[in-house]
């Protein structure tokens, strides 16, 4: 209602209980006749100007209600340097070809045979990951100390018969790229790269090493990963990883100098479980 059609109600009403109560106190003929019907109009002025008193605040107890905002869900992030530790196990198989033997070469070549070599593995890695949207990219490099054995008794009888060999990978090591796909704290990863082995070549006769030599070998890696982070910075994972170590050629020496040569072709298999933990935020702003 307008202020002024307000003002007006109110004059009106005051006017009308004034007349009123002076009804009230008039000494004609029908003073209780006007007393009662000017009671009743005095009562019921009072009440208007009580309701008019009251209307503005009524109103304001019934103001728009407003519906408190939604609790928006907090989104992980995957940026940052990160560090962490891993464990497994890894499967090698390895194929001897002799090419030379007492300082001969062996024509044709001669398969001496494959083995498996499998065992445990610990060790760590490091890495810097960006995250633009729910892609996720990285860098990282892993360092694991291995003890994969295997051997074979060889099929050749180019040093005699009953000679085993044995491979043994003590090390191994992976510079690799990823690409991901974030949904919130869960990150599934594929990974490409370098690698590098440790692996020890031996060979026994009757329990004695007969000849022996060791060799870091450069090959490929690829392997694939989820991790899930159960913690603003920390994360759990299992990653499988496949390196292409390829064929090299293999100079094993005894006591009275070369003993022989293969061409020994490897691969290498691993699975770990991996823990990380974020170091802080993006060093480059998202976009």
């Not at 209307?55 to 340097?81: E, H, R």
């Not at 890695?125 to 100390?145: L, T």
């Not at 094993?252 to 290498?268: A, C, E, H, K, P």
Request: aromatic share 12%; hydrophobic share 45%.
């Amino acid at each position: 209602m307008p202020e002024s059609a307000i003002v007006r109600r109110i004059n009106w009403i005051a006017w009308a209980v004034a007349t009123d109560f002076k009804a009230l106190l008039g000494t004609n003929g029908s003073v209780k006749k006007s007393r009662e019907t000017g009671m009743r109009k005095f009562l019921l002025g009072v009440v208007g100007l009580a309701a008019l008193g009251t209307a503005p605040a009524f109103a304001a107890d019934l103001a728009p209600y407003t519906k408190a905002p939604a609790m928006v869900a907090a989104i992980y992030d995957w940026s940052g340097f990160y560090v962490g530790f891993n464990g497994g196990g890894g499967w090698s198989h390895a194929c001897w070809t002799n090419t030379a033997a007492f300082s001969g070469p062996t024509v044709p070549s001669v398969s001496e045979g494959c083995h498996d070599a499998s065992g445990g593995m610990v060790g760590g890695q490091a890495g810097y990951r960006f995250q633009s949207a729910n892609w996720v990219f990285g860098v990282e490099g892993q360092g694991d100390w291995a003890d994969l054995q295997g051997s074979n008794v060889s099929a050749a009888s180019v040093l005699g018969f009953g000679v085993v060999n044995q491979t043994k990978i003590d090390a191994i090591g992976l510079i690799t790229g990823q690409v991901g796909y974030a949904w919130n704290n869960v990150l599934w990863y594929v990974k490409g790269g370098a690698a590098v082995t440790h692996s020890k070549f031996t060979g026994f006769a009757a329990g004695l090493v007969i000849d022996t030599t060791d060799q870091a070998r450069w090959g490929g890696a690829v392997g694939t990963g989820v991790e899930y982070g159960f913690a603003p910075n920390w994360s759990v994972g299992v990653e499988y990883d496949h390196l292409f170590m390829g064929n090299r050629d293999v100079t094993l020496v005894s006591n009275s100098g070369v003993s022989r040569v293969d061409t020994i072709r490897q691969d290498v298999d691993m699975a770990t479980v991996r823990v990380n933990y974020r170091l802080g935020g993006p060093l480059l702003a998202k976009f």
